[in-house]
């Protein structure tokens, strides 16, 4: 079957089997930054937003994302620009195997789109759904801090790449 | 009372670096928190897992369990399966050689028992392979499993060690081929076993005026790296096997495929690429074999990824262990013996069975001086998930049950904690008392300790925490407080064993190609590595392009285990530049030479310096120039260098951890609200870096302190085998953490460092339960603390003191 959708701000049509969730759909596309970690929706490495919400795309089939516009890590910045939550993840040296990253980086652009400025409530409240076995989450939670001060001074979080 | 101070009666030649402490000032690359090489391309979702690659006409395998925890195999019947559409080919143990071998993922010889095989027609656990179907797709891989007819006779199982040493058990291992070492009697269900010690402990305790013997107890616990485990295989165009696998180890992997598979290593490429956490799980040569068989008799690609589901039952986990300690001490705290016995759970199979029980006493007992040590040691087989390597490696289970030992001891003598481990502890100059006894399946270099900032971990933890708060907390309400701390030490690599090597090229713009066989699993090695080259060659790290691994392209390294990376491929790499700074320099004197301005440039005048190899007089040629000197004009030549490095040196790094917490007695819940650890780690290459080890590390085992267990239902089958029923800590659990490192300089490490990787592993367990016990008065002495052990000893408590009123202390 075919899944019409808004992907990273283009047009896109995903083709794939009537059961199929979106992460294989996604990654089929040649987004792997979105990655399979439980496919029970339980580790957050699968985040996408959808029409600006973050959901788990391992439990979202495909189906479902027919009209909507997605919005995946690569949608966010690339390396000739990087969204200043990628780059706050990397000066907080928050990234250690990266595998949680591109999840956490979805995760704080839905929190920083409804609240630019969090406390670090908040921001342990937005990694609450990502496991990461490496960090401890320390780090991670200074890079949601780090990200909102910088999306703040370049107001881009609501427009933040291409979504 | 300082380091250096502590040093009395120790060898005064001997060096601990103290004197060395001065390179602080110097360091331009090492010692400081540089961008991680590889962390920009990760946020943007652009790193390549070993997952990320599909090839064309790639076949997926599925993997048929054990249903039962011990069984053999009497027929398979895979005619049914054969007709789901899209099934290319059904291996099992009728139709794969049989092998034994180990999936320990260690170097040559392994020191774990050969009682493994590809397919074995046997089965151990719940969760042990049966047969694996390869397809056009993962679906009709799952359907055709699904449809593979087995004829089990069903076994009698055994899952508790106690009953499966004792005689009349099911012997697990009753196969006649199977062989180990160091105490294995398979008939005995005995995986390994020893018994070491160090002086007269009857003696010892004989002198001793208080002697306290407990048994405490430890857990299963999941690595849970997020990537799980996954490999894919293919013939290349000269008809070798390609491997991409998430793998710590791909220089023991391919040594063990080659001989399981019965190739050469020659016929065999194993390509590390980026990899999403390992913690010990990825040393095992897991399911490597599995993508590999199915290439080699299809000569088709072939991918075989785990499920988390198969992450908890199929692949590896920590040891658990009942310990019991015991311990003679003087009246004053002076320790005088030690005594540990423990007894481990393998599982079905002995993959580090030895080893990783070996470092429980061996990153324990010699912590604290005493005259006399015992070790007693027996690792069982059981019909449950098996053990193996998990980051820490034996080390969390024996601080769990010595530290908080070493509590009740300080209690009993009415002695403040820190104190107590203050007067015990060891000194730069100390002998390792059981080096020599604990090798890795062969006897250990001595061991005498160097860098040793442990007092200052102490004293600099204490001070962070506000450890002098402990004595005025209230608690006369239902929420209790407590506090508690713990001393660690661990090691970096494994002496007279691990080997890493390096290779460093110059290129024409000045920059460098840095290849290790050292495997950055997530830890940041590439980043430190390359900061290793960075501050020998005098360049920023910008000019260093690191690659990490190809068993065809890097060299050999030991890979990712065994806290060495830092220590002993850094080391590597130091000397692999330090080749290239020389030959720098002779070839700078050459072009002075050639263009008849020689002064100054004998070789022991010249130094490498921002890029530049400079004259006496100031004169200075870029690295730049040399290359493309060397390359196109005169005495041409490829400027490039290597460095091997082994040691017979294993420099601890040293810890203290503190914990503040609160416990509600009424729900028997624990509310982490602070935690320190103060680290000495030698030089921090990347202090960040060493932040995220200790944080992350620590975190893990907050978890297998309260939280993390395996729980099985009475035939050995896992209950809680997801994420939402295994709970580890997340953003909302962790309290506030503060990292300290303290600093040493070790003058064996390059650059001064030692390993950070493991040791705040060590940690949590033991810290949290002395917090919990000053907060309960209660002591527990088994992990995870749950609420309902909590609930259920602090009721107990009550009942025992209205009944008792004079034991109201307990």
Redesign the interface.
Known sequence: MKVRLTLNGEPATLTCAPWEFLTEAL??HG??????????G??G?CSVLLDGEEVASCILLAAQADGHAVT???GL???ER?HPI??A???A?A????????GM?IATQALLAQNPAPTERD???????????????????AAVLQAAERCRAGDVAKTGGRS | MSAQQQGNGADQAWDTGAGSMGHYDRFKVVNKNERRVDALKLALGKGTYTDDITLPGMLHVKMLWSPHAHARIKAIDTSEAERVPGVVAIYHCFNVKPIRYTTAGQGHPEPSPYDAMIFDPKVRFVGDRVACVAAEDERAAAIAVKKIKVDYEVLPAVFDTREAIAPGAPVIHDEPDCTGIAGFDPKRNIAAAMEVGHGDTDAAFAKADLVLEHWYSVPYQQHCALEPHVAIAWLDEDDRLVLRCATQVPFHSRRILARILEIPVQRIRVIKPRIGGGFGGKQEVLLDDIPALVTLRTRRPARFCYTRQEEFSSARTRHPQRLRWKTGVKKDGTLVAQELEVLANTGAYGAHALTVQGCTAGKTLPLYRADAYKFIMTTAYTNLPVGGAFRGYGGPQGFFAMEAHMDEVADLLGLDPAEFRSKNILRPGDENPLAKALGEGKEGPPQKIRSCGVQECIDRGAKAIGWERRLSFKNDGPIKRGMGMTCLMHGSGIPGVDMAAAFLKLNDDGSFNLLVGATDIGTGSDTILAQIAAEQLSVPLSKIQIYSSDTDITPFDKGAYASSTTYISGTAVQKAAAGVCEQLKRAAAEMWRHAGDPTGCELDQLSCEDQHVVRPDGKKLSYSEICLSTFYEHDQHQIMHYGSHMSFECPPPFSAHFAEVEVDTETGGVKLLRYVAAVDCGVAIHPESCEGQTEGGATTMMGYALTEDYIFDGNGRLLNDTFRDYKQFTSLDVPDFQTILVRTYEPSGPFGAKSVSEIPTDGPGPTIANAIAQALGIRFRKLPITPEEIRKAWLEKAARTSRQPAEARV
């Open positions: 990654r089929r987004l792997i930054g979105t990655k399979r970690g439980c496919e029970t339980d580790c490495a995946t890590v690569e910045g690339g390396f990087p990628q780059e993840f990397v000066d040296t990234v250690q195997c990266g595998y949680c990253t591109p980086v921001a342990r409240e937005c990694l609450a759904g990502h496991l990461c076995r490496c960090t401890g989450y320390v780090k991670p939670i």
